[in-house]
């Protein structure tokens, strides 16, 4: 088994239109699906991310105020999973309640050992 990382893109404009009743199920929905991964053994860990955050440029010379890209390019959150194989994990991904906002990704990205990556 070796680990991935799902990087969820987009849906942030379309959630934030939401009431307050329509978030709560979402969240469920998003709740339920993380606990199914989690009982067949895939989710190691995740969580949303803030909209704020700072870059830091040039060997930390330089720190700026961001992230600064197009929202459906913002980083809103990720997973750490486990799967067999890269095919495995974006199966998996298809699921993800993120897909219920059009425009919105999943990245899916293997993590390397820093020993096997020397």
Known sequence: MSNFLYLFRGGDEA??????????????????????????????????????????????????????????????????ISAKSLDEATEISRSCPIFDYEGSTVEVRQILDMEDHV
Do not use: F
């Not at 469920?28 to 991964?37: A, S």
């Not at 955050?53 to 750490?80: D, K, M, S």
């Open 15 to 80: 959630y934030a239109k939401l009431s307050q009743e329509e978030k709560q199920a979402h969240m469920e929905v998003w709740g339920k699906w993380m606990g199914g991964l989690q009982e067949k053994g895939h989710l190691l860990d995740g969580l949303p991310l803030d909209g704020d955050g700072r870059v830091v440029h040039n060997g930390g010379e330089l720190v700026t105020n961001g992230p600064h890209a197009e929202g459906a390019e913002l980083v809103g959150g990720y997973l750490i």
